[in-house]
């Protein structure tokens, strides 16, 4: 059975790190404290895309799984760093049920 938990923790299949989802609110607020800084188009769009992958590895957000307890048990020792993902939830829930033919995480040598 799934464990709902707030906020909705992910971890980076790559790397490890763990993430919790930012929301719209949340993102709403980063966007307002960032209008003070005169930034260029390709900074901006840097801006953007830093919240779409890994802090540490730089995956896409699309490698970030639910965290399990293991993920969450390693995440104490550094900061939970916040990670925008557009698809919700519930629609994550149901793809990654489809994958649970290969429940293993992958190894954090592997596929480097
Ligand atoms: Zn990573």
């Known amino acids: 059975m799934r464990v709902v938990r707030e906020p909705w923790m992910l971890s980076c299949r790559m790397c490890g ?9 949340e993102k709403a607020e980063k966007d307002r404290a960032l209008q003070r800084y005169d930034l260029t188009a390709a ?3 840097a801006y953007e895309s830093s919240w ?3 802090l540490r590895c730089e995956a896409p957000a ?13 995440a104490t ?8 993902v557009e698809e919700d939830r ?13 429940p293993s995480p992958a190894p954090l040598s592997g596929r480097v």
Do not use: F, K, N
């Not at 020792?77 to 925008?84: A, D, E, F, Q």
């Not at 629609?91 to 033919?101: L, P, Q, T």
């Open 62 to 74: 699309s490698e970030l799984r639910d965290a399990e307890e293991s993920d969450l048990a390693r």
């Open 77 to 84: 020792g550094h900061i939970v760093t916040p990670v925008l």
């Open 17 to 25: 790190w763990v993430h919790y989802a930012m929301t719209a609110a």
């Open 90 to 102: 519930e629609s994550r829930g149901a793809r990654y049920d489809r994958d649970r033919g290969h």
């Open 52 to 54: 779409r992958q890994c």
């Open 43 to 45: 900074e901006r769009s």
